[in-house]
């Protein structure tokens, strides 16, 4: 028996791949925990590339489709009480997370005189310099407008 044999053996046996009987549901779970998987090397790579903690809209995203296959396998394979409420509440934050990020894109940004970095809208210092950034004639002028006062 050669090497390939030893691999295919190892790989696919007994109707197993890599040990593990497939069928939908397992895909669903696999599925889950690739995305969950993926969310960690997705925050790592913006992290790193901007040199600051970040969290892109992808993580949430992944975090949601996670949750969710996670939970169907839960409640329609697995059956598990423990496993179902784990998985039950967790989306509350992710649609949260999105819906706050869809409001801070669709409000228009501000720009760092310092930096020239972009800052959202309401924001009143730059979140790179940390430089005060302009009152906007509408919204924050008039709590600028009264700091002074």
Request: with cysteine; net charge positive.
């Amino acid at each position: 028996m050669g090497l390939n044999a030893t691999m295919i053996d190892w790989l696919w046996s007994n109707n197993k791949f890599l040990g593990i009987e497939w069928h939908f549901w397992k895909v669903i779970g696999w599925l889950g925990n690739a995305a969950f998987f993926a969310r960690f090397m997705v925050q790592w790579f913006a992290s790193e590339k901007r040199k600051r903690v970040v969290v892109p809209v992808s993580f949430w995203w992944l975090s949601l489709c996670g949750s969710f296959c996670l939970l169907t396998y839960a409640l329609f394979y697995q059956k598990d009480s423990v496993f179902i409420f784990a998985y039950a509440f967790t989306w509350i934050p992710y649609i949260r997370n999105l819906m706050l990020q869809k409001r801070t894109a669709l409000g228009s940004q501000t720009q760092c005189a310092f930096c020239s970095e972009a800052s959202s809208a309401n924001a009143k210092f730059c979140w790179n310099c940390g430089s005060a950034l302009p009152a906007r004639a509408e919204g924050r002028s008039e709590l600028v407008g009264k700091e002074e006062a």
